[in-house]
């Protein structure tokens, strides 16, 4: 976590809208000692420093439980400065940073311990850090635990680089007792590489600059087959099982049938699977590739009728950065191109935009990017809420303003996203995590 700078001045915020378990509420914020001290009156008469917001909401600082950093080893794709300094500018106040794409992987202690190394003086808002399940570490898993890891992540399928290897069946039934032991949820990327094969045999001879090709590789049945076994071996072990970007919207029923019988089963989704479209992307427009890949608008709102149902718990970016030549803007190929989207400091008005044209409140949007992504990270008794007691993680947050994406808006190391030139709704004013204010500009 982010090295501790206490205050020795008593805070307040003062605002008609804040965001608290109990609703939207007007009030003050007492901060004292980087902690939300007390929630006051609005009219309440504050001796210290106050900040008064008006209109403006105040949101719980957002976590986002799935963000790759890369540092060590490909800081040049994205490390803790730029990526932090991102989260900061999008009201995002904790990060938990996934174990691949950086080197080495983290999937030992000492791989944990370089990370934490690499961190150290560079941070703008918390970081934390999933390990990895890879074929071979089950013997790591306690230790991993014991350092401070939230949880562990693992791929059903190839992930992209050398240095992280998915897992087989096998590995997995090795694995999972010891992650349910520690109490720890096991993060899945769930693809299986047996429909990918088979439908990608079928396209080597198909145009890779048209999206519809790369759409046609990967298909909802690689999901599918994927989630349907997690949810058999989370059933035999009663291990706490977390789906990573769901993007195929045919998995939902099966996943909440297995809700309905009481396993210990969470779900995420991401912004671009809620924003775009398959039939909106142009060919050759390789910004928007990412695994799995964004479907059609069908499946778009069929994903928004997931968070509805409850059926999905939480939005995180999947924030996957590269450099731009690893895109391959020169050919224009989907098969060649690196698999990511980076959206790191724009998923609240992203996920807003979406979300208010469908009947959603702010309090839903809390829900998705605060409260159940610190219950996932083992947070929620310090993060993801307005209440005394709580980190004062906060966000003040204008829901009515409008902005167009620019590349002096990202904050990322590259300025690479498919929302460039997209007009979104909500701005964030400040950030403050655990009561220092952030305005990155």
Same mark, same amino acid.
């Given at each position: ?122 941070? #703008?808002?918390?970081? /934390?850090?999933?390990?990895? $399940? ?5 013997? @790591?898993? =306690? %230790? &991993? ?99 990573? #970007?769901?993007?195929? /919207?045919?998995?939902?029923? $099966? ?5 309905? @019988?009481? =396993? %210990? &089963? ?103 990017? /605060? ?71």
């Amino acid at each position: 976590m982010r090295q501790s700078r206490y205050l020795t001045v008593k805070q307040a915020i003062r605002s008609k809208h804040i965001v608290t378990p109990q609703g939207v509420q007007p009030g003050v914020i007492l901060i004292e000692d980087e902690k939300i001290a007390a929630i006051e009156p609005e009219g309440a008469s504050i001796a210290d420093t106050c900040t008064d917001v008006g209109d403006l909401f105040v949101l719980p600082g957002l976590i986002d439980v799935h963000v790759h950093i890369n540092e060590p080893g490909r800081t040049e794709w994205e490390g803790f400065e730029t990526a932090t300094r991102a989260a900061a500018a999008g009201g995002c106040t904790c990060i938990i940073d996934m174990p691949l794409n950086c080197i080495p992987s983290t999937t030992t202690v000492a791989a944990l311990e370089e990370k934490r190394s690499a961190a150290a003086g560079k941070t #703008h808002v918390d970081v /934390a850090f999933w390990g990895a $399940v890879v074929p071979g570490n089950a013997h @790591q898993i =306690l %230790p &991993l635990a014991g350092a401070g890891v939230r949880g562990f992540k693992c791929f059903l399928t190839h992930p992209g680089t050398a240095e992280f290897e998915m897992v087989t069946e096998a590995d997995l039934r090795e694995a999972m007792p010891r992650v349910a032991e520690t109490g720890l949820p096991l993060l899945a990327h769930a693809e299986l590489p047996g429909p990918i094969a088979r439908a990608s045999a079928h396209l080597e001879n198909e145009d890779w600059t048209r999206y519809q090709t790369y759409l046609q590789s990967r298909p909802p049945g690689a999901e599918l087959e994927a989630i349907r076994l997690l949810i058999d071996l989370c059933r035999e072990y009663r291990c706490r099982t977390h789906i990573v #970007h769901l993007s195929a /919207a045919a998995a939902l029923p $099966v996943l909440e049938v297995a809700r309905a @019988q009481g =396993l %210990p &089963l969470t779900v995420e989704t991401c912004p671009h699977y809620l924003f775009f479209a398959a039939e909106s992307i142009p060919d050759s427009a390789t910004q928007f590739k990412c695994a799995p890949p964004i479907r059609d608008s069908t499946n778009r709102e069929t994903l928004w009728e997931g968070l509805r149902s409850g059926v999905i718990d939480l939005v995180a970016t999947d924030h996957s950065p590269c450099p731009p030549q690893m895109k391959c803007f020169d050919t224009g190929s989907f098969r060649s191109a690196w698999g990511g989207i980076s959206s790191l400091s724009l998923a609240l008005p992203v996920v807003w935009t979406e979300a208010k044209r469908r009947g959603f409140t702010i309090t839903d949007i809390v829900h998705w990017m /605060a409260e159940a992504p610190a219950k996932l990270a083992g947070m929620e008794t310090h993060k993801g809420r307005i209440a005394p007691g709580f980190d004062a993680d906060l966000v003040i947050f204008d829901p009515s303003a409008q902005f167009e994406v620019t590349a002096e808006r990202l904050h990322f190391r590259h300025p690479c996203t498919p929302y460039l030139g997209e007009t979104l709704q909500g701005e964030v004013k400040t950030t403050f995590v655990r009561g220092i204010p952030t305005r990155v500009k």
